[in-house]
């Protein structure tokens, strides 16, 4: 996959540095789905990251490298830590999975993830498979506004609230623990015609935004006391299930 990179941390501190920052527990074997968030607790990047024996792999959609590499490095300081870019291929599919490949932690859905020197990826119609088990993408339903709960991070593996602290715990502990959820990410159903970046609206009143559409179905960010009636300009939108919150 042309849209991945994979990031290298190196050296003596590299596990305790990762582990004290992300929001998942990295210590845990295979394939660990994680994210680093601000200090206000919202999102910056979303990753996989997989111990390889003498260094961690990180791997992150390519327009998030450069700038998960300079976070990583602002936090460093002393750390006994080197961050470097890999040639790894990340490969993808959800067939018979190849030696070496790893689960996708987020869904058994999600089949497989490779890392190696070439592109062994299956064509899958990966928009399709996100809008039908409610993923969210960097770039598209994860943005530097997003509450990672808000777009069930937790449903996907995602974070850990009993590994101790990581950038932003607060906030994220505050909503599991002292919040009702009312607004996040829905699957909906699309009767019309609708375009990712249309907003939706509820008998008059903004109720959210559509993002990835496949077909006639899509990924929506939606007030849920609005879900009823919703609707884009020229669509009429179907809650598929409001979240268990």
């Known amino acids: 996959m042309t849209d991945r990179t994979v990031l290298a941390l190196t050296g003596a501190d590299r596990v305790d540095f990762l582990q004290g920052l992300v929001t998942n527990d990295i210590t845990r074997d295979g394939l660990i789905y994680a994210a680093l968030l601000t200090p206000q607790g919202k999102y910056l990047a979303d990753f996989f990251v997989l111990d390889d024996g003498p260094r961690l792999l990180i791997d992150v959609a390519t327009e998030q490298a450069a700038g998960l590499g300079q976070r990583l490095s602002m936090y460093r300081l002393r750390a006994d830590v080197v961050i470097e870019t890999t040639d790894l291929v990340v490969s ?7 030696e070496g490949a790893r689960p996708d932690p987020r869904d058994p859905a999600l089949g497989w993830r490779l890392y190696s020197d070439r592109d062994v990826s299956e064509d899958v119609d990966w928009d399709a498979l996100r809008v039908s088990h409610l993923i969210p993408e960097a770039g598209r339903e994860l943005t530097p506004e997003t509450y990672i709960l808000e777009v069930g991070f937790e449903r996907l593996n995602g974070v850990d609230f ?6 932003g715990q607060e906030i994220v502990a505050r909503m599991k623990h002292k919040t009702t ?7 909906v159903k699309i009767d019309g015609s609708a375009q990712p970046g249309d907003e939706i609206t509820s008998d008059g009143r903004a109720a959210g935004v559509l993002h990835t559409v496949s077909g006639f179905e899509g990924l929506a960010y939606l007030r849920f ?17 409001l979240p268990t919150v």
């Open 181 to 187: 959820l009312r607004k996040g990410l829905v699957a």
């Open 225 to 241: 006391d609005r879900a009823e009636g919703a609707r884009t300009k020229d669509a009429d939108l179907t809650v598929r299930a």
């Open 92 to 98: 993808r599919g959800v067939g018979p999975a190849p």
């Open 162 to 167: 009993r590994k101790g602290c990581f950038v």
